[in-house]
């Protein structure tokens, strides 16, 4: 729902992408991206409360930042069984950093959310509706965010957070969209440029 507005069913009227944001600030403005083209996989125009195993979206931005930051690529594992505590999640979690002892010497006045965390050593725990289920510590703004493993020394991105949810009995239950769901739409489509 950050490129498609789950209200109006229409894409966001602006995209950017800000990298190695600490504290709310970048350090270098000239770095900020701006989307030129999108793919998604749904529009929320189904209306249900269960988080969307094509809660997707693929954005190209106006400047090649890879080049600068590095890229990443993904996999997608056939057995969560094999990633037992590998994994890590990096997001913008409200939640993160609740104080500047995250960040020693450094005084943060953003606030919650403005600062990207990662939580090292969780794992996939099931799935569910063609979800994948994780024990990653999240919170609203980390939606979006890459789970990444390491394989032969290097780390691949094996799945996006999507969302999470409180089952009756007060347990979160965190989401992540599988690789393999954004493959197959690569795999089916010319990927045309909106």
């Not at 600490?22 to 929320?44: E, I, P, R, S």
């Not at 606030?111 to 063609?130: D, I, K, M, N, Y």
């Amino acid at each position: 729902s950050c490129v498609i507005d789950s209200e109006t069913h229409r894409v966001s009227r602006s995209i950017t992408f800000k990298p190695n944001l600490v504290n709310g600030a970048l350090k270098d403005t000239a770095d900020v991206g701006v989307v030129t083209a999108y793919h998604y996989g749904t529009d929320f125009k189904t209306e249900t409360s269960e988080v969307d195993a094509n809660d997707w979206a693929i954005l190209k931005l106006d400047k090649p930042l890879g080049e600068k930051y590095g890229y990443l690529g993904w996999q997608s594992p056939k057995e969560m069984a094999a990633l037992v505590k590998k994994l890590s999640l990096v997001g913008y979690s409200a939640d993160f950093p609740k104080s500047s002892r995250a960040y020693p010497g450094l005084e943060l006045t953003a606030g919650p959310g403005l600062t990207a965390g990662v939580h090292r050593g969780c794992s996939f725990v099931g799935e569910q509706g063609g979800l994948w289920l994780h024990d990653c510590d999240t919170r609203g703004g980390a939606s979006g965010g890459p789970i990444l493993t390491k394989v032969n020394g290097d780390y691949y991105i094996v799945g996006l957070h999507a969302g999470w949810r409180r089952t009756p009995n007060g347990k979160v239950v965190n989401y992540a969209v599988r690789m393999s769901q954004i493959e197959a739409w690569l795999n089916q489509n010319d990927k045309p440029e909106k």
